[in-house]
C-alpha cells in the first residue's frame, strides 16, 4: 500500500521527486504558486512517473489564499478556475503525510543580513500558517517541513520562528522535536549529495494516532531510522560532473537564435548542460583563478586576497568575495537560488572551460537525475534549481518515513 502525499510549497519537485523514487508513495497533489516550477513538476510527474493527471495533481496557486486552495477558486486573472484540493482527494483514504517547506529565504542568515530590518516584517515568515491550515484541514498521519539552519536563530517580532511553530503545531494536535537543534539538523553530504548543504527536517507527528511517547518516537526516528540511510561515501565534485561534455570558451562570443555564446554549446544530449554567456573579463578571470589553483600557486586562497582581486578587476569594493572555485576533490559549496543572477561562486574548476556550472551541472550537485527536465529561461531554471531539496536527500526521508509510520502507526 502507497501512502497519500500533499507536496506544499513544491518548487519543481525535488522533495516530492526523491518520495517518487521510493516507489513507497502516491502524490494526489503539489502546490506551487511560480507558473514554471509548476510546468517542470507536471511534466516531470507526467513523463517520468506516469501520472496522467499530472497537469491537476498539480496547482498552481497562492497558498496564502488558504481556503480558496481547499475548497476551490473561481476566475481569478492569475491561476484560473479550481475545485481546489478536496476536489481531487479522497475522504476515504484521506491523507497519510504533508510535506514541504515554506521559501527559506525570511529564515536564512544571509538573508536577515541583507534586509535592513532584518527580515522582521517579511510575510514569509509566516507562511507555516498557510503550511498548518492543510495539515489541520487533512489531518495526516505525519508532515515533513524542511527548511534552512536559519531558522533555528529567527525570531521575527522578537519571538522564535520554532517557538511560533511549535505551539502553533501542538494547538492542532502535532508535536515536533523538543529538541530541533541537535535532532533535525541534517549534512546533506552524508546522503549522497555531493554539495555542502544543511538543512532543517522537522517530523511532525499526529499525537492522537500515533501508538507511542511522540518525543519516543521522534528520538527514535533522527537517532536510529534515519541515519539508516546515510551514504557509505561522501561525493565530490569530480564523482558529480566530470563526464560532462567540455564547453570552452569561444575566440569570440557569437549569437544564436536570441541568445549570446562566449562558449561551445550544442554538444550534449543531456537537457540543460548549456553554458551562460560571460564577458571576456569574466573568462579571463575564471582562467586565472582556476590556474592558480591547478598549479599549486594558490595566490587567491584567501579572502583577502579574493576581494583585492574583485577590486583590481572591477574597481569595486566588497565586503564579502565575490568568486569561488569548486574543487574536483570536495563537495560543492551551497547551490543558492541566488546562482540564477550571476556563477561567480560556483566556476568551473577546469581552466580549460574558464565559465561558471551549467544548469545541469548544479542539478546534478542537487543530486537530480540527467532525465529531470527543466523548463523556462535560464533564470527560470536555476532559481527552480538552487530552491529544491536534493532528490536523492528527498529518497532517504521518505524512506526513513516509511519505516517509522509503519512501526508507529501500524
Same mark, same amino acid.
Given at each position: 500500500m502507497k501512502y497519500n502525499v500533499i507536496d506544499l510549497f513544491a518548487g519543481c519537485g525535488g522533495l516530492s521527486d526523491g518520495f517518487e523514487q521510493t516507489h513507497l508513495y502516491e502524490t494526489l497533489a503539489c502546490v506551487e504558486w511560480e507558473k514554471e516550477p509548476c510546468k517542470t513538476l507536471a511534466n516531470r510527474l507526467k513523463k517520468k512517473w506516469n501520472y496522467e493527471n499530472a497537469y491537476e495533481t498539480v496547482f498552481h496557486f497562492d497558498i496564502q489564499r488558504t481556503d480558496e486552495l481547499i475548497n476551490g477558486w473561481r476566475n481569478d486573472p492569475v491561476y484560473g478556475t479550481s475545485h481546489g484540493l478536496k476536489s481531487i482527494i479522497d475522504e476515504n483514504k484521506g491523507i497519510d503525510v504533508v510535506i514541504g517547506g515554506p521559501p527559506c529565504q525570511a529564515y536564512s542568515i544571509a538573508g536577515r543580513i541583507r534586509d535592513e530590518n532584518g527580515m522582521n516584517d517579511d510575510y514569509r515568515n509566516f507562511l507555516f500558517e498557510s503550511y498548518l491550515k492543510v495539515v489541520d484541514e487533512f489531518k495526516p498521519k505525519v508532515f515533513i517541513f524542511e527548511n534552512v539552519p536559519g531558522m533555528l536563530s529567527a525570531m521575527p517580532g522578537g519571538v522564535s520562528i520554532v517557538e511560533r511553530i511549535t505551539h502553533a503545531f501542538a494547538e492542532k494536535g502535532y508535536?515536533?522535536?523538543?529538541?530541533?537543534? &541537535? /535532532?533535525?539538523? *541534517?549534512?546533506?553530504?552524508? =546522503?549522497?549529495?555531493?554539495?555542502?548543504? +544543511?538543512?532543517?527536517?522537522?517530523?511532525?507527528?499526529?499525537?492522537?494516532?500515533?501508538? &507511542? /511517547?511522540?518525543? *519516543?518516537?521522534?528520538?527514535? =526516528?533522527?537517532?536510529?531510522?534515519?541515519? +539508516?540511510?546515510?551514504?557509505?561515501?561522501?561525493?565530490?565534485?569530480?564523482?558529480?560532473?566530470?563526464?560532462?561534455?567540455?564547453?570552452?570558451?569561444?575566440?569570440?562570443?557569437?549569437?544564436?537564435? +536570441?541568445?549570446?555564446?562566449?562558449?561551445t554549446y550544442d554538444v550534449c544530449e543531456i537537457a540543460n548542460h548549456e553554458p551562460r554567456m560571460h564577458s571576456r573579463r569574466d573568462v579571463e578571470t575564471f582562467e586565472l583563478l582556476t590556474k592558480d589553483i591547478q598549479t599549486g600557486q594558490n595566490k587567491f586562497a584567501s579572502v583577502e586576497s579574493l576581494k583585492d582581486l574583485y577590486f583590481e578587476i572591477t574597481g569595486k569594493r566588497s565586503n564579502i568575495h565575490k568568486y569561488h572555485v569548486l574543487k574536483w576533490n570536495k563537495p560543492s559549496n551551497t547551490i543558492p537560488a541566488h546562482l540564477y543572477k550571476d556563477g561567480l561562486r560556483h566556476i568551473h574548476p577546469d581552466p580549460e572551460q574558464a565559465r561558471s556550472i551549467t544548469v545541469r551541472e548544479a542539478a546534478r550537485l542537487q543530486s537530480f537525475d540527467d532525465d529531470f527536465e527543466f523548463l523556462g529561461s535560464l533564470t527560470d531554471q536555476y532559481k527552480m534549481v538552487g530552491n529544491a531539496v536534493p532528490p536523492k536527500f528527498a529518497k532517504a526521508i521518505g524512506l526513513a518515513l516509511n519505516d517509522f509510520i509503519n512501526k508507529y502507526y501500524a
Open positions: 508535536e515536533i522535536s523538543n529538541n530541533l537543534r &541537535e /535532532n533535525a539538523l *541534517i549534512d546533506c553530504t552524508k =546522503f549522497g549529495v555531493p554539495q555542502a548543504r +544543511k538543512r532543517m527536517v522537522i517530523l511532525g507527528v499526529n499525537k492522537k494516532l500515533i501508538n &507511542e /511517547n511522540p518525543q *519516543i518516537a521522534l528520538q527514535d =526516528f533522527y537517532k536510529f531510522i534515519f541515519p +539508516k540511510y546515510q551514504s557509505k561515501k561522501v561525493l565530490t565534485v569530480k564523482d558529480a560532473i566530470d563526464d560532462l561534455p567540455k564547453l570552452h570558451p569561444l575566440e569570440e562570443s557569437i549569437k544564436v537564435g +536570441k541568445r549570446n555564446f562566449s562558449h
